[in-house]
């Protein structure tokens, strides 16, 4: 019988945006909803995120970005994790981003975008149903 890991998400603080309130209410709702959590700290670079996605073996990471730099942070990271052949591995994130920015993160490949005033609950919600946890090797 093969038992069911529990979904690993990482939760990245990319640049130089010092406000991680945002980051760590989502890291404990994620841990309090059952979930691994890996939480980077604040300051890192896409390399180092892509870096701790493949050491701690996640199922998605998360980006949590204020600064405005949402339109090169994502596509990087993603572009990054495709060139480490991390394509089982969603990316999905929150901040402050305009709509249609949105739209075009979501054609470069960031599988959800959440805004302020999300629900934790929702957020949640959406994970278990698009993230599902990679089998383990017997």
Known sequence: ???????????G???LDGHDRGAKVIARAFRDAG???????LHQTPEMIVSTAIQEDVDAVSLSILSGA???VFPEVIRLMKEKGMNDVLVFGGGIIPDDDIRELKAQGVAEIFTPGSSTQDIIEWVKQNVKPKTEAI
Not at 2 to 9: A, M, P, Q
Not at 35 to 41: C, M, R, S
Request: proline share 4%.
């Open 70 to 72: 949402h339109n090169y």
């Open 13 to 15: 603080k990319p640049g």
């Open 1 to 11: 019988m093969v038992s069911e890991r529990k979904l690993r998400i990482l939760v």
């Open 35 to 41: 979930f691994e959590v890996v939480y980077t700290g």
